[in-house]
C-alpha cells in the first residue's frame, strides 16, 4: 500500500529565509509525486508533479521538488519565502488509474508554514 | 476556464439524515473524483468516477456512494449520517483520457459538511 509521511507538523520561518518541507513516500512502483498547497477555507492548489524525467521539478510561485528514490523523498523547497506563503502544505504520491491521472491520491498529514515579518 | 465547482459550499445536517454534494469540473475534463478531508485522518480519497462509471474506490463503508452524469458532472451521497461524517469534501477533475499519462488534478474550494 502506498504511504506519504511529512515528518513536519508545522514550520516557522521568516520572510526571505530558505525553505524545505520534508516528504517520504512508500510506493511499490513508479511514484506520481505531488506537492500542494491549502490556503484556510480553500481546496488544494497544484505546486508541482514529478511523473518521470528530470528528478528536480519546478512550480509555480518560485517552487521546486527534487525526487530522490534512493532515499524515497521528494522535498519541496523555496529559496526565499514570502509571507503570502503560508498556508499547510501536502504531498501526495499517486497510483496511475484506469483514465490515465494519477488519481486515487494518498496525502501526507500536512505541513503547516508560519511565516514571521 | 472556470475552475472545479462545488455546492453547496456549506451543509448543516443532523445525524440519520442523508446528504447530496454537487460538483461541476472543469469544462472538457471527464475524470471526477472525491477526496474527505477531516483534522483526524487527513485527506482520504473516496471515489473516480469516469465516463459514468465508478473507476476506483476507496475505503469508506457503503454509506457513502456518487454518481457521474453524461455531462461529466458528478454528486456524492452520504446516507444515514454520523457525527464522524463531518468534513470538508473535495471534488477534483482531470483531463485524464485511456491511454494517456500525465493529467493533474484541479481541486474545487470544497464543501463544509456539518453534522450535528
Known amino acids: 500500500a502506498q504511504s506519504v509521511t511529512q515528518p513536519d507538523i508545522h514550520i516557522t520561518v521568516s520572510e526571505g529565509a530558505s525553505l524545505e518541507l520534508r516528504c517520504n513516500y512508500s510506493?511499490?512502483?513508479?511514484?506520481?509525486l505531488f506537492w500542494y498547497v491549502q490556503s484556510p477555507g480553500q481546496g488544494l492548489q497544484l505546486l508541482l508533479k514529478y511523473f518521470s524525467g528530470d528528478t528536480l521539478v519546478q512550480g509555480i510561485k518560485g517552487f521546486e521538488a527534487e525526487f530522490k528514490r534512493s532515499q524515497s523523498s521528494f522535498n519541496l523547497r523555496k529559496p526565499s519565502v514570502h509571507w503570502s506563503d503560508a498556508a499547510e502544505y501536502f504531498c501526495a504520491v499517486g497510483a496511475l488509474g484506469y483514465t490515465g491521472t494519477a488519481s486515487k491520491l494518498t496525502f501526507g498529514t500536512g505541513t503547516r508554514l508560519q511565516v514571521t515579518l | 476556464k472556470a475552475g472545479v465547482t462545488q455546492t453547496p459550499r456549506y451543509l448543516i445536517k443532523t445525524r440519520g439524515q442523508q446528504v447530496t454534494l454537487s460538483c461541476s469540473p472543469i469544462s472538457g475534463h471527464r475524470s471526477v473524483s472525491w477526496y474527505q478531508q477531516t483534522p483526524g485522518q487527513g485527506l482520504q480519497f473516496l471515489f473516480e468516477y469516469f465516463s459514468e462509471t465508478q473507476r476506483n474506490k476507496g475505503n469508506f463503508p457503503g454509506r457513502f456512494s456518487g454518481r457521474q452524469f453524461s455531462n461529466s458532472r458528478s454528486e456524492m451521497n452520504v446516507s444515514t449520517l454520523e457525527l464522524g461524517d463531518s468534513a470538508l469534501y473535495l471534488c477534483?477533475?482531470?483531463?485524464?483520457?485511456?491511454?494517456?499519462?500525465?493529467?493533474?488534478?484541479?481541486f474545487g474550494p470544497g464543501t463544509r459538511l456539518t453534522v450535528t
Open positions: 510506493y511499490g512502483a513508479t511514484p506520481y
Open positions: 477534483a477533475s482531470s483531463n485524464g483520457t485511456s491511454g494517456s499519462i500525465s493529467y493533474e488534478q484541479y
